[in-house]
């Protein structure tokens, strides 16, 4: 009788060990899944902040060019 009861006290504990496993795997794939949501918002901010730079470096470079085309322009006014 005390064989049996330590055989049953034996699966309890493994039972109990299974579920705490169980609760385990599930925290880290909680934690997995919170990592690639937050690795995704990430790449996001970086494209946007990326396209914006570009928008702002076409902008600066039109901005430029129009300056150098003015420069020419009134040079040329005076050259005359």
């Known amino acids: 009788m005390q064989c049996l009861s330590g055989v ?3 699966f309890k504990g493994l039972e109990g060990k299974c579920r ?3 609760k ?3 925290d ?3 934690l997995s899944e919170k990592n690639v ?3 995704m918002r990430l790449l996001q901010v970086i ?3 990326f396209a914006t730079t570009m928008k702002l470096s076409a ?3 039109k901005e ?3 300056h150098k085309d003015e420069k020419k322009r009134v040079q040329s006014a005076f050259t005359m």
């Open 28 to 30: 880290k794939e909680r």
């Open 24 to 26: 385990r795997m599930k």
């Open 47 to 49: 494209q946007a902040t």
């Open 37 to 39: 949501e937050t690795k």
């Open 64 to 66: 430029k060019q129009k």
């Open 59 to 61: 902008r600066n470079d």
């Open 8 to 10: 049953v006290g034996y």
């Open 20 to 22: 705490n496993y169980q």
